[in-house]
């Protein structure tokens, strides 16, 4: 059937039943990142299948890693960068178009991950099977890259499922297992993964009506007067939890779908276009460089062995609780040790809900409850990988806690802190063999924050630093090696910011005004809830350590807080009273009008850090500065993290404000060293 055609990225195979199989293998690569050449190679084969009509056609990946992980985004980048990304989106609609008016049947058959365009091919398909493993993850993630899904997405997954299921999928980017997509109709059948292609056949054979309830509703809710109905609601329900200003793509997503008809073409001309505006905007660039940040931070453990089976940890309060916790649920045995059983016993009642939330089956719940034990005596230190302490905050504690736990070790174990403020330097200096000793300093709650910071002092072994980072990569973490100043890299960029707003406050700026300020330049919290939130007790700690260091003090008021026993979230009472968990934020007065310079005097005061700790090597590079303060802090995504930010903006602009704003309210906005620092003037793309 194929004869005279050569292949490079997929395998075809015709068997006696007159049926085609054809496997995604890209060349090159460990996975299947659809790219141009890919495409026009699936284009000739369709082509030639029209012609010769085989009795049917399985869609399958030979990689063992998945499906496919979505289009190539490196190569979706050079198209924006040549503006030719319209042409690159209607060819990938034409061939998957000619394949979805295949006349013969077509399943996909889908193992592991099946992201962005992969999912936009199985929806080509007639129908879909999928292995039922917790491997599969079937998803349309493109709005975390600031567009939206072009090869078919919006056209064809609202007919297929139904609009009031597919719009969620795509507005949120979330991720099916094949059981749910199976529910929501996105999946027709699910088998054993090694029956799969088996299933596929038959499948082919005798195909699956699709039940009378689901094409109604299919066609219900995309009706013309449906859409008009519907898209307003949806519009209002996404402005509600991110702005169209910020965000633009899941606004497009839910116009495109609105202005859709019954016209297939007119639907995914609907839909080219708008991915090819969307690509041009400042958010789409931002966030994917974001997600090449994010890889890139991943990948950092690869290729180096962690050696480490057992874990053992040192306090049991709420971080190495969690520590503790999580390390488990990641498969490695743990021991966590505490002065008594009372502080060990509610770390354990916690991590039984983390397993039972994260892992379904009781199996492996019990598997994950049995590898996390107790350790009131400390006996699992001798048999540990590595140990990681993470008492309260004080230097000399730390150190004669060390004391005990070195002369325990055998030879290649590590000895790591959490600390989150103070030098390694300090820490280690009564160590036998500080090269085997760093910091991993993770961040609250251990089971949301990605974000571990590899904290290095300089007689570090760099091959332990490699092994930490590994470890990290074996926790599902993202890491980022810091050097061991005060406060690292997140806390001593993150703390003028905080103590800022503090003093705002102080100064009579209300709670619920900051906050809002912050959360309209972009931060996922305001400062104040998450003063609260982390605990005032913290906050003060935490500045008391850096303030000196940074040339700040800490604003007046937070040891009266502290003092009567108003920590923020914890007691139900700080900043803001709160109840059920959420903070009772007073009115504002409407008549209320904040200074101009407010957003600036907090988020300029981040900023200015950031460029001290560039130019104080806290981290390698630039890109690494701003991955590891957006994981760490959650800094607006869509600007792309806080030296971005300043090139955006305009490394003259910036400096300029914040000599202004020195004038205004003092030395601490001074812009401090490294304004010169070549990274501020670099370009806007990493690639």
């Known amino acids: 059937m194929f004869e005279g055609l050569r292949f490079n990225h997929w395998k075809t195979s015709l068997d006696e039943r007159g049926?085609?199989?054809?496997?995604?293998?890209?060349?090159?690569?460990?996975?299947?990142?659809?790219?141009?050449?890919?495409?026009?190679?699936?284009?000739?084969?369709v082509e030639r299948l029209a012609i010769e009509k085989p009795a049917g056609v399985i869609v399958h990946s030979a990689k063992p890693a998945g499906f496919a992980a979505g289009a190539d985004i490196k190569e979706f980048v050079e198209y924006a960068k040549q503006g030719s990304v319209l042409e690159n989106i209607e060819n990938g609609q034409h061939v998957y178009e000619a394949l979805a008016r295949l006349p013969c049947p077509t399943v996909a058959a889908v193992h592991g991950a099946c992201m962005g365009g992969g999912t936009e091919l199985i929806l080509a398909c007639n129908q879909r099977i999928a292995a039922d493993d917790d491997k599969t993850r079937i998803a349309l993630?493109?709005?975390?890259?600031?567009?939206?899904?072009?090869?078919?997405?919006?056209?064809?997954?609202?007919?297929?499922?139904?609009?009031?299921?597919?719009?969620?999928?795509?507005?949120?980017?979330?991720?099916?297992?094949?059981?749910?997509?199976?529910?929501?109709?996105?999946?027709?059948?699910?088998?054993?993964?090694?029956?799969?292609?088996?299933?596929?056949?038959?499948?082919?054979?005798?195909?699956?009506?699709r039940p009378f309830a689901r094409r109604a509703k299919a066609w219900l809710t995309n009706c013309w007067p449906a859409r008009q109905i519907l898209a307003p609601m949806v519009m209002k329900q996404t402005a509600a939890k991110v702005c169209k200003e910020h965000y633009p793509a899941p606004f497009a997503l839910i116009d495109v779908w609105q202005r859709g008809g019954g016209d297939i073409r007119q639907r995914l001309q609907h839909e080219a276009r708008s991915v090819a505006k969307l690509a041009q905007t400042p958010t789409a660039r931002n966030l994917i460089r974001l997600f090449f940040l994010q890889e890139r931070l991943k990948n950092q453990g690869a290729g180096t062995e962690h050696g480490i089976a057992h874990v053992h940890v040192v306090g049991a309060g709420v971080m190495g609780g969690d520590i503790a916790?999580?390390?488990?649920?990641?498969?490695?045995?743990?021991?966590?040790?505490?002065?008594?059983?009372?502080?060990?016993?509610?770390?354990?009642?916690?991590?039984?809900?983390?397993?039972?939330?994260k892992l379904k089956t009781p199996e492996k719940i019990e598997a994950a409850t049995r590898r996390l034990r107790a350790d009131v005596e400390g006996a699992g230190i001798k048999d540990a990988d590595l140990a990681i302490e993470a008492i309260y905050e004080n230097a000399e504690a730390k150190q004669a806690l060390y004391a005990g736990i070195e002369p325990q070790f055998q030879a290649g174990e590590i000895l790591a802190s959490n600390t989150s403020s103070i030098p390694l330097d300090e820490l280690r200096r009564n160590l036998k063999s500080p090269q085997r000793f760093l910091g991993l300093h993770f961040f609250n709650p251990v089971a949301q924050m990605p974000l571990v910071e590899v904290v290095r002092h300089d007689q570090l072994d760099p091959a332990i630093e490699k092994?930490?980072?590994?470890?990290?990569?074996?926790?599902?973490?993202?890491?980022?090696?810091?050097?061991?100043?005060?406060?690292?890299?997140?806390?001593?960029?993150?703390?003028?910011?905080?103590?800022?707003?503090?003093?705002?406050?102080?100064?009579?700026?209300?709670?619920?005004?900051?906050?809002?300020?912050?959360?309209?330049?972009?931060?996922p919290m305001g400062p104040i809830e998450l003063a609260d939130t982390v605990g005032l007790d913290v906050c003060a700690s935490v500045g008391k350590e850096l303030a000196p260091f940074l040339g700040l003090e800490l604003?007046?008021?937070?040891?009266?807080?502290?003092?009567?026993?108003?920590?923020?979230?914890?007691?139900?009472?700080?900043?803001?009273?709160?109840?059920?968990?959420?903070?009772?934020?007073?009115?504002?007065?409407?008549?209320?009008?904040?200074?101009?310079?407010?957003?600036?005097?907090?988020?300029?005061?981040?900023?200015?850090?950031?460029?001290?700790?560039?130019?104080?090597?806290?981290?390698?590079?630039?890109?690494?500065?701003?991955?590891?303060?957006?994981?760490?802090?959650?800094?607006a995504p869509f600007r792309g993290g806080p030296i971005q930010y300043l090139r955006?903006?305009?490394?003259?602009?910036?400096?300029?404000?914040?000599?202004?704003?020195?004038?205004?309210?003092?030395?601490?906005?001074?812009?401090?060293?490294?304004?010169?620092?070549?990274?501020?003037?670099?370009g806007t793309d990493m690639l």
């Open 19 to 45: 049926i085609v199989t054809l496997s995604l293998d890209r060349a090159g690569s460990s996975v299947n990142a659809i790219n141009r050449a890919v495409l026009d190679e699936l284009g000739q084969i």
């Open 141 to 209: 993630p493109e709005v975390m890259l600031g567009i939206h899904p072009g090869w078919g997405g919006t056209a064809r997954l609202p007919r297929l499922i139904g609009a009031l299921d597919a719009l969620p999928l795509m507005l949120t980017g979330k991720s099916l297992s094949a059981k749910r997509a199976l529910a929501l109709g996105m999946i027709d059948r699910v088998a054993p993964p090694e029956e799969l292609l088996a299933e596929a056949r038959a499948l082919l054979r005798r195909p699956q009506s």
């Open 648 to 682: 955006s903006e305009g490394t003259a602009t910036v400096k300029a404000k914040l000599e202004q704003l020195a004038q205004r309210h003092g030395a601490r906005f001074t812009p401090k060293e490294g304004w010169d620092h070549p990274a501020l003037a670099a």
């Open 467 to 523: 092994r930490a980072l590994a470890f990290c990569k074996a926790l599902g973490k993202l890491p980022v090696a810091v050097k061991g100043t005060p406060g690292f890299l997140v806390n001593r960029i993150l703390m003028p910011y905080l103590l800022e707003a503090l003093r705002l406050y102080n100064e009579g700026v209300p709670g619920p005004v900051l906050d809002k300020a912050a959360k309209r330049f972009g931060m």
């Open 555 to 635: 604003p007046p008021g937070l040891e009266e807080k502290l003092d009567a026993g108003k920590r923020g979230k914890k007691d139900g009472q700080g900043l803001y009273v709160w109840q059920d968990g959420k903070p009772i934020k007073p009115e504002i007065d409407p008549d209320y009008t904040p200074a101009p310079d407010l957003t600036d005097r907090m988020i300029l005061s981040m900023v200015n850090e950031a460029v001290a700790c560039l130019a104080d090597g806290v981290v390698d590079d630039a890109d690494l500065l701003d991955a590891g303060v957006i994981f760490g802090t959650g800094f």
């Open 325 to 357: 916790a999580w390390a488990a649920l990641k498969g490695f045995a743990v021991t966590l040790q505490d002065r008594e059983l009372k502080f060990i016993q509610p770390v354990l009642d916690r991590a039984r809900k983390l397993y039972e939330k």
